[in-house]
């Protein structure tokens, strides 16, 4: 069984190859699946603004969805981790907040 190819900040590029996308389109679709914004992915990956723009409208082409929230469902649905927990309970590689600020991973909080 061969290791994942881990090149770039724990980003799973056999994954990319998966979804039919280039590592770039990838490392944009787990940052968006992690609640950034893109500002916030602009910097992250050093690039602009318009350049996040458009890479997230080429994977979003090529996943044939319409939005983010569909992109990172499709790429769940083909079997993508985009950096959660796996069954076999490998550490996550960011956090995903809700709404409110709460960790959507965390377990509920008992009252």
Known sequence: MSTPAL??????????????????QYEVLVLLA??????????????????????????YKQLKVGGKGAAVYAARQQGARLGWVSSGGQAMQGTVLDRSGEDRNEPPRQA
């Open 7 to 24: 090149l770039h900040d724990g980003f799973d590029y056999e994954e990319a190859q998966i979804l039919g996308l280039t590592p770039r």
């Open 34 to 59: 992690r609640g950034h914004p893109l500002k916030v992915i602009s910097r992250e990956l050093n690039i602009s603004v318009p350049t996040v723009k458009s890479h997230a409208r080429a994977l």
